[in-house]
């Protein structure tokens, strides 16, 4: 497996003797860990609030990951992303979280997004893109969904 540092966003190409897991490339049979993204999103017109934190409830350390942050709506051209975070698509930003020890909690992610015009709602998802190799069996903490409504209120993931 062979990874790549996009603007500096790991992003893993996967070389033979591994398997990709809903977007995610592992190896086989490689160590057990168990990645989860827990924060809270607000939108208020056309501006959303973003931040989460990062954990591996383990058993295994992650020696680097990248979570993929997708909206609904596009977002504005120009964006101010904190380091390790890069723009990859129109509505698509990745982040690097970077290593993980076993049952440890990462550094916070904070970021204000500006969406095209002022849309009434949002659908934010959040997903693991690369995991240092690690296999993950409880894909349902590191991929989550989110609608937010443009209230200024903060929605809890």
């Given at each position: 497996m062979r990874v790549v540092?996009?603007?500096?966003?790991a992003v893993a190409v996967l070389v033979g003797g591994g398997t990709a897991v809903g977007g995610t490339a592992v190896a086989a049979g490689g160590p057990e860990a168990d990645l989860a993204y827990h924060g809270v999103a607000?939108?208020?017109g056309g501006r959303m609030d973003l931040r989460f934190t990062p954990?591996?409830?383990g058993p295994a350390a992650v020696p680097?990951?990248?979570v993929r942050l997708r909206w609904s709506e596009p977002l504005v051209e120009q964006q101010a992303l904190p380091d390790g975070c890069a723009r990859e698509a129109e509505r698509v930003v990745l982040c690097r979280v970077g290593a993980l020890a076993a049952d440890a909690v990462g550094e916070r992610v904070e970021m204000r997004v500006?969406?095209?015009g002022v849309p009434s709602e949002v659908l934010l998802e959040i997903d693991t893109v690369w995991n240092g190799g690690t296999v993950d069996l409880n894909r349902v903490?590191?991929?989550?969904?989110?609608l937010v409504l443009d209230s200024g209120d903060e929605y809890y993931f």
């Open positions: 540092a996009v603007c500096g966003a607000a939108l208020s954990r591996n409830h680097d990951a990248t500006g969406l095209r903490n590191d991929r989550q969904r989110v």
